[in-house]
């Protein structure tokens, strides 16, 4: 698993509040990734880190924020949730090379009322 | 955008049958990937496919890419219970990956 962990695994909040989900890993990869799961959607790309401080959109980033103060912690923050911000979220690693690896963690389900 | 999809997107079948499931896109990847998700669990990585035309096995499953680098098939033989979930492909392009929505499959006993 990488060494992979995502606190909290679960997370009831309201409309408007700002949210803030964490990612952690032990083995000091540089590349981190932060998805969202919704039922007929598979995995979508919010944002990426490829390195501490380094860090850019992906294909859902709006109303996300990341921040990556240093290689184990990748904080991923909903400004001002939002009832379609409802979902399951995983964080993972990406191990670059010929033969790609992406390794993910447990989860963390938010539910925005 | 690229946009990977995924069919059948549900598939419920006998221990012991084999089975095809398929990843189509329109766009060209550097690679792909398939990954096995059960529930409430984050994805597990079974293959990366890299070369157009290449194909992989490992044990009972068999991964094609496709020659043009757009397409990929997973077949299984002789299911198990155990193989039942969600069977995801990934489309790599850059930094970038790109899922599909999934095939459920369930392997009745």
């Known amino acids: 698993d990488a060494g992979i962990t995502q606190s909290p695994r679960h997370k009831v909040t309201e409309t408007g509040t700002p949210v803030t989900l964490r990612c952690h890993q032990t083995?000091?990869?540089?590349?981190m990734y932060w998805y969202r799961q919704d039922p007929g959607h598979g995995l979508r790309l919010i944002h990426y880190?490829?390195?501490?401080?380094?860090?850019d959109k992906g294909e859902v980033s709006d109303g996300y924020s990341v921040s990556r103060s240093k290689t184990e912690d990748f904080l991923l923050t909903l400004e001002s949730a939002t009832s379609s911000q409802t979902s399951v979220y995983f964080c993972?690693?990406?191990?670059?090379?010929?033969?790609?690896?992406?390794?993910f963690g447990p989860g963390t389900r938010l539910l925005v009322l | 955008t690229q946009l990977l999809e995924q069919s059948p997107q549900f598939l419920s079948i006998q221990e012991g049958e084999n089975l095809t499931v398929y990843c189509n896109s329109s766009s060209v990847f550097s690679s792909l990937q398939w990954y096995r998700q059960e529930p409430g669990e984050g994805p597990v990585l079974l293959v990366t496919v890299v070369t157009g035309g290449e194909v992989k096995k490992l044990k009972r499953l068999t991964f094609q890419f496709g020659d043009a680098r757009k397409d990929s098939s997973l077949h299984i033989t002789a299911a198990q219970p155990g193989d039942t979930g969600l069977y995801l492909c990934a489309g790599i392009y850059g930094q970038n990956f790109v899922f599909g929505p999934g095939t459920r499959l369930s392997v009745l006993p």
């Open positions: 083995e000091n990869h540089r590349y």
């Open positions: 880190s490829y390195g501490v401080k380094d860090t």
């Open positions: 993972a690693i990406r191990i670059a090379g010929v033969e790609e690896t992406q390794y």
